[in-house]
Nanobody
Framework: QVQLVESGGGLVQAGGSLRLSCAAS????????MGWFRQGPGKEREFVAV????????YYADSVKGRFTISRDNVKNTVFLQMNSLKPEDTAVYYC??????????????????WGQGTQVTVSS
């Protein structure tokens, strides 16, 4: 069974930075693309970023492009989300997820089959 555990969330002022981590169990981490989603208060869960199996390819939501960076360490079975220039509208619970096989440009929730429990990110103005 695959387990994903996020960490690194917290409270930060607008303009600040946070780095989220997601540790994955299992021996097949490097065989799957990994993504981050978020769900703000009263909003639906939305795609944030995805990284390919090798880490060479990435894809971002327009709302975070240029501010967030996704990366992975296939030795440590961990995926990261570096978030810079944070805005109050980035406030959300952030989830990491393991992508099902297919193009990384497929960004709906149904394209991901394992999810973490989430970590809260709050950006104050």
């Amino acid at each position: 069974q695959v387990q994903l555990v996020e960490s690194g969330g917290g409270l930060v002022q607008a303009g600040g930075s946070l780095r989220l981590s997601c540790a994955a169990s299992g021996r097949t981490f490097s065989n799957y693309a990994m993504g981050w989603f978020r769900q703000g208060p009263g909003k639906e869960r939305e795609f944030v970023a995805v990284i390919s199996m090798s880490g060479i390819s990435t894809y971002y939501a327009d709302s975070v492009k240029g501010r967030f960076t996704i990366s992975r360490d296939n030795v440590k079975n961990t995926v990261f989300l570096q978030m810079n220039s944070l805005k109050p509208e980035d406030t959300a619970v952030y989830y990491c997820a393991r992508k099902a096989p297919g193009p990384i440009t497929r960004t709906t929730m149904s394209d991901y089959n394992y999810w973490g429990q989430g970590t809260q990110v709050t950006v104050s103005s």
